[in-house]
């Protein structure tokens, strides 16, 4: 069966630099997400991303936050400069497609990677 | 926007059928409702999606009455690797991508 893939499964990091997370989407899926989950407290929607852009994002996805689909395969998280409270894991998710919610937008998530920042 | 409504916690035991209901009293007419399975420190997992009536497939069941405003996710005869925190989606209709926003969910403790 096709599964999200994420790597790392786990990130340490210190606080103000850079990391990047990398996802593997479901190879014929057309939509692609992440999201994030504080220990402890409910997945949040971070961004969504068709077509090579950005087609909606949350308010927590700010200036240090960008996505980028840089080959046919990979879609990748960055926070440029991280903070304390960035830690957290990171679900990356994709479905076929996004028009609404019927099964065919269902999305499937990655295992996730864990952040955390020192 | 469709906002769900879980009890936080259930507890249950081991062989038992669980009904878990989520209340969305504004749901939009091309909405559909899914629900998600999470294990600690995994990615949600899907488990069933239904627009109306009865959908079933082979780890749950779903039930939606005709108003709509409520869906109860059944899990037959549950074992200790059933707990979990489930959660109710209501999808943001025809014309938004489909951004989930999730709510607390409900803890199910299954004990032996």
């Known amino acids: 069966e096709p599964e999200v893939t994420q790597t790392p499964s786990h990130q340490v990091t210190q606080m103000g630099q850079e990391v990047i997370l990398r996802c593997v989407p479901i190879?014929?899926?057309?939509?692609f997400y992440w999201y994030r989950q504080i220990l402890g407290q409910k997945v949040e929607f971070l961004v969504s991303?068709?077509?090579?852009?950005?087609?909606?994002k949350s308010e927590i996805f700010d200036d240090q936050f960008s996505v980028e689909r840089p080959d046919g395969s990979n879609f990748t998280l960055k926070i440029r400069s991280t903070k304390l409270e960035d830690s957290a894991m990171y679900f990356c998710?994709?479905?076929?497609?996004?028009?609404?919610?019927?099964?065919?937008?269902?999305?499937?998530f990655g295992p996730g990677t864990r952040l955390t920042v020192l | 926007l469709a906002k769900t409504t879980q009890p936080i916690s259930m507890d249950s035991y081991e062989g038992q059928e669980v009904n878990i209901t989520c209340s969305h009293n504004?749901?939009?007419?091309?909405?559909?409702i899914t629900w998600y399975q999470q294990f600690p420190s995994q990615g949600p997992r899907f488990i069933i999606q239904?627009?109306?009536t009865k959908v079933t497939n082979e780890v749950a069941s779903l039930f939606i009455p005709a108003d709509r405003k409520s869906s109860t996710l059944s899990l037959p005869r549950v074992s200790l690797s059933d707990t979990a925190v489930y959660y109710c989606?209501?999808?943001?209709?025809?014309?938004?991508?489909?951004?989930?926003?999730f709510g607390s969910g409900t803890k199910l403790n299954v004990k032996p």
């Open positions: 998710a994709s479905s076929e497609s996004g028009t609404s919610g019927r099964l065919s937008d269902t999305q499937y």
């Open positions: 190879s014929n899926h057309l939509y």
């Open positions: 991303f068709y077509n090579n852009e950005i087609s909606e």
């Open positions: 504004n749901i939009a007419t091309n909405d559909y």
């Open positions: 239904g627009y109306k």
């Open positions: 989606l209501v999808g943001w209709g025809p014309y938004n991508f489909n951004k989930f926003y």
